[in-house]
């Protein structure tokens, strides 16, 4: 047993001061310090130094840590643009990723206070790496190929990703399954993945209306993707509309990626199937695909969380810079309500979508805390001060074990 004695403890709706936590693998008690110490007469004791914030570990729930490699090889601020670069470098991106080029961008993720993320994995080469990691992973084999002729050998391989992830067998690690998107996955593809996700109770992720070619194709079987569905898959109509491809997820509670040009409708159907939105900012931004409408997604009360994306698409897999960045993006919200927002969106509301007992310092939740160092006492504008500041983290711990 350990405890821990903050000045200040960050919960999603208050700030605790003078108490102190318990902890092994779970929190185990809240309350003043020389409670705790009677209770526990031989845990190991630290009290930290004044101005010191106890919060939730943060999660970082899609990040493509294959892609890890790109810095400048692939192309800015138009969609179609950054994929035909993506097609073009893929050779020297993938292949240029290796062990130590993912374990790097993992250890910055625990650097930046990142104690879990969400791994979309495309060919599952980052598999190893993200069995070491340190954090809790959600690892989600990703399923792509819109391609009928293709379906039994894309599936068969995806199959052996799952069967791979599956095999890993540490705390912490949980195997899962993603749909890369609407306009890539072919429908016999998607039913077949949908029935073992619903089987063994896997999360489940995809990328949903992301940018306008997108949206026009899956509409109009047109727009930007009509050049690239004809010239390089010999394919002139889209395998499914976005409303046959949300049919496949309903009662799954999904974690939809991106959303920016979603209709009403749709999100009506997020709404009532009670998935949620990863909201990525700076990727939206830089692959030219506008900004989410935030407050259309609170009035239809879906729950939204934040993420990097991979550096495919985003120069860091900071999750502070990534909220400092929404926080200037979405002027359409109040300042201090959006930090707030932001705070718990990778926090309590991440895991709640993960469905990770974590995310808050709070009895019986997993050990994924931080101790950041304030410069003076906190006031009630706390959560945009967090987000601005990047304040020192001087701890890690996940599940109890102190990771920095
Ligand atoms: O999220 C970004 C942008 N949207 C879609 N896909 C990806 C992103 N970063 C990497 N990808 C991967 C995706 O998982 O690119 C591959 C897929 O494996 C092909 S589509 C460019
Ligand atoms: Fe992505």
Same mark, same amino acid.
């Given at each position: 047993? =350990?405890?821990?004695?903050?000045?200040?403890?960050?919960?999603?709706?208050?700030?605790?001061?003078?108490?102190?936590?318990?902890?092994?693998?779970?929190?185990?008690?809240?309350?003043?310090?020389?409670?705790?110490?009677?209770? !526990?007469? +031989?845990?190991?004791?630290?009290?930290?130094?004044?101005?010191?914030?106890?919060?939730?570990?943060?999660?970082?729930?899609?990040?493509?840590?294959?892609?890890?490699?790109?810095?400048?090889?692939?192309? !800015?601020?138009?969609?179609?643009?950054?994929?035909?670069?993506?097609?073009?470098?893929?050779?020297?991106?993938?292949?240029?990723? +290796? &062990?130590?080029?993912?374990?790097? &961008?993992?250890?910055?993720?625990?650097?930046?206070?990142?104690?879990?993320?969400?791994?979309?994995?495309?060919?599952?080469?980052?598999?190893?790496?993200?069995?070491?990691?340190?954090?809790?992973?959600?690892?989600?084999?990703?399923?792509?190929?819109? =391609?009928?002729?293709?379906? +039994?050998?894309?599936?068969? +391989?995806?199959?052996?990703?799952?069967?791979?992830?599956?095999?890993?067998?540490?705390?912490?690690?949980?195997?899962?399954?993603?749909?890369?998107?609407? !306009?890539?996955?072919?429908?016999?593809?998607?039913?077949? &993945?949908?029935?073992?996700?619903?089987?063994?109770?896997?999360?489940?992720?995809?990328?949903?209306?992301?940018?306008?070619?997108?949206?026009?194709?899956?509409?109009?079987?047109?727009?930007?993707?009509?050049?690239?569905?004809?010239?390089?898959?010999?394919?002139?109509?889209?395998?499914?509309?976005?409303?046959?491809?949300?049919?496949?997820?309903?009662?799954?509670?999904?974690?939809?990626?991106?959303?920016?040009?979603?209709?009403?409708?749709?999100?009506?159907?997020?709404?009532?199937?009670?998935?949620?939105?990863?909201?990525?900012?700076?990727?939206?931004?830089?692959?030219?695909?506008?900004?989410?409408?935030?407050?259309?997604?609170?009035? =239809?009360?879906?729950?939204?969380?934040?993420?990097?994306?991979?550096?495919?698409?985003?120069?860091?897999?900071?999750?502070?810079?990534?909220?400092?960045?929404?926080?200037?993006?979405?002027?359409?919200?109040?300042?201090?309500?959006?930090?707030?927002?932001?705070?718990?969106?990778?926090?309590?509301?991440?895991?709640? &979508?993960?469905?990770?007992?974590?995310?808050?310092?709070?009895?019986?939740?997993?050990?994924?805390?931080?101790?950041? #160092?304030?410069?003076?006492?906190?006031? #009630?504008?706390?959560?945009?001060?967090?987000?601005?500041?990047? !304040?020192?983290?001087?701890?890690?711990?996940?599940?109890?074990? =102190?990771?920095?």
């Amino acid at each position: 047993m =350990q405890i821990i004695s903050p000045n200040y403890i960050l919960t999603p709706n208050t700030l605790l001061t003078d108490l102190a936590v318990a902890f092994d693998k779970t929190i185990q008690k809240i309350a003043p310090l020389e409670e705790l110490q009677k209770e !526990y007469p +031989d845990a190991e004791v630290a009290v930290l130094e004044k101005n010191s914030l106890l919060m939730p570990g943060l999660i970082n729930a899609h990040v493509h840590i294959e892609f890890s490699a790109n810095k400048t090889n692939l192309s !800015y601020g138009d969609f179609m643009n950054w994929l035909y670069s993506v097609i073009e470098n893929r050779e020297e991106l993938i292949g240029g990723c +290796d &062990a130590t080029c993912m374990s790097k &961008a993992i250890d910055a993720m625990l650097e930046s206070g990142i104690t879990t993320f969400g791994a979309i994995s495309s060919h599952g080469m980052d598999l190893q790496a993200c069995a070491k990691a340190v954090q809790n992973v959600v690892f989600f084999n990703e399923l792509i190929g819109s =391609q009928a002729t293709m379906a +039994d050998a894309l599936f068969g +391989d995806f199959l052996s990703r799952l069967d791979a992830s599956k095999s890993v067998a540490r705390e912490g690690f949980h195997p899962a399954v993603a749909i890369h998107s609407p !306009y890539s996955v072919h429908p016999i593809l998607i039913k077949k &993945a949908l029935g073992i996700v619903k089987n063994e109770k896997l999360k489940l992720s995809a990328h949903f209306m992301e940018s306008e070619a997108e949206r026009n194709w899956l509409d109009s079987s047109d727009g930007d993707f009509k050049d690239f569905f004809e010239n390089l898959l010999k394919q002139n109509s889209a395998v499914s509309d976005s409303k046959e491809f949300l049919e496949h997820f309903n009662g799954s509670n999904a974690l939809l990626t991106h959303v920016v040009k979603a209709n009403e409708e749709e999100l009506k159907t997020i709404a009532s199937n009670k998935h949620t939105v990863i909201h990525c900012p700076i990727s939206n931004r830089l692959l030219g695909n506008g900004a989410l409408d935030l407050n259309a997604l609170d009035k =239809q009360n879906i729950n939204w969380i934040c993420a990097t994306d991979g550096l495919s698409s985003n120069y860091s897999l900071d999750l502070f810079e990534e909220m400092k960045c929404a926080l200037f993006m979405h002027s359409e919200m109040p300042l201090l309500e959006l930090a707030k927002k932001l705070i718990n969106s990778v926090t309590i509301n991440a895991a709640s &979508a993960l469905n990770l007992n974590t995310g808050e310092i709070a009895e019986g939740k997993n050990a994924d805390m931080l101790v950041l #160092d304030l410069d003076k006492e906190p006031t #009630d504008e706390l959560a945009i001060h967090l987000i601005l500041h990047r !304040y020192n983290i001087s701890k890690v711990y996940i599940n109890g074990k =102190q990771e920095k």
